[in-house]
């Protein structure tokens, strides 16, 4: 399973996958810089996280560069502006109160013509059944305020940006593999997480946008 292009990259992988380009992780956890370069290896990894959380020496080493803050603090002038061309926050923002605000610090770091992918759960997510490793949006004690795609979005058209692509997410080679992941799942780990189930169910949504 760990061999299918994430929705996260999904707009831009034919175009950039053999290619240097800028990319910035907001939310760099669970070794998203090892599986980033898995897809993109000539890309320049920058991560951000609030502290090193599922992460080995190997994902560290795999970064170019990495900034430890706390994004609700807004304090972002360490980070280059104009220098990214796509920035991925994706399950980041259901965890912060102000992360409309944080969104909109963070796009001067993209280049013109950069690129943002934001991913996060629906209102949906509110009415799924209640699963161990979340399929219910309070499943996670860390989640603190809902968004919507289409209040995502009006944040970037507000700040220039074109939205590219914007809904629901159903990412399809997920859906037919259904059966073999929730076997692979079962026998990896004893039990079947909730995320199996998102694009099935509709759990996240998403917006992909283009900085004018």
């Known amino acids: 399973m760990s061999n299918i292009l994430p929705h996260k990259f999904h707009f831009f992988y034919s175009e950039l996958k053999n290619k240097a380009f800028n990319f910035l992780d907001v939310g760099a956890g669970s070794s998203s810089a090892t599986k980033t370069k898995q897809f993109f290896p000539n890309c320049k990894y920058h991560g951000i996280d609030r502290d090193n959380y599922r992460n080995t020496d190997a994902d560290f080493n795999a970064m170019d560069s990495y900034y430890e803050m706390d994004l609700t603090l807004l304090q972002f002038k360490d980070i280059p502006n104009d220098f990214y061309d796509i920035i991925n926050m994706s399950h980041v923002i259901e965890h912060l109160e102000n992360g409309d605000k944080v969104i909109e610090g963070l796009l001067p770091k993209l280049k013109k013509g950069g690129r943002i992918y934001l991913e996060f759960p629906g209102i949906k997510s509110t009415k799924l059944p209640s699963m161990r490793d979340t399929l219910n949006f309070y499943d996670d004690p860390t989640h603190v305020r809902i968004y919507s795609h289409m209040e995502v979005s009006e944040i970037l058209v507000k700040h ?32 079947i997480p909730g995320g199996v189930f998102w694009d099935l169910l509709g759990f996240a949504e998403f917006v992909y946008a283009k900085k004018r």
């Open 160 to 191: 220039g940006f074109e939205i590219i692509k914007q809904g629901t997410r159903r990412h399809w080679p997920l859906i037919w593999l259904l059966p073999f992941s929730i076997m692979h799942q079962t026998i990896k780990y004893g039990y």
